[in-house]
């Protein structure tokens, strides 16, 4: 199965943007359902978006929607979290994961996904 690595986290100010790109080796991403999620320090991890396997359908946490755009480039096998007016709030460790899925599916917990990278640091200053 594949192997993900996400990039793109850093250090912003409150109200920047950042691209999350999630990378995958070892197999194609073009039939694995994706999804981000995030883990702040001392909370559980939570759902921010996911993607089906062609793209056609996404889901997005009701706390960050209209701030984020998941997309994907099943020929570049990467995966994409676009962020703007980012809070404090959205302080976090970000993953990708993924999993085989049947076209248009799209899984919004944690469970629902196998495969899963090592995370990305995002932390945004007041």
């Known amino acids: 199965q594949v192997q993900l690595r996400e990039s793109g986290g850093g250090l912003v100010q409150a109200g920047a943007s950042l691209r999350l790109t999630c990378a995958a080796s070892g197999g194609t991403l073009s039939s694995y359902a994706a999804g981000w999620f995030r883990q702040a320090p001392g909370k559980e991890r939570e759902f921010v978006a996911g993607?089906?396997?062609?793209?056609?359908?996404?889901e997005y946490a009701d706390s960050m929607k209209g701030r984020l755009t998941m997309s994907r480039d099943n020929y570049k096998n990467s995966l994409f979290l676009q962020m703007n007016s980012l809070k404090p709030e959205d302080t976090a460790e970000y993953y990708c994961a993924a999993t085989v899925a049947r076209a248009g599916w799209v899984g919004v917990h944690g469970e629902d996904y196998n495969v899963w990278g090592q995370g990305t640091q995002v932390i945004v200053s007041s």
């Open positions: 993607i089906s396997w062609n793209g056609a359908n996404t």
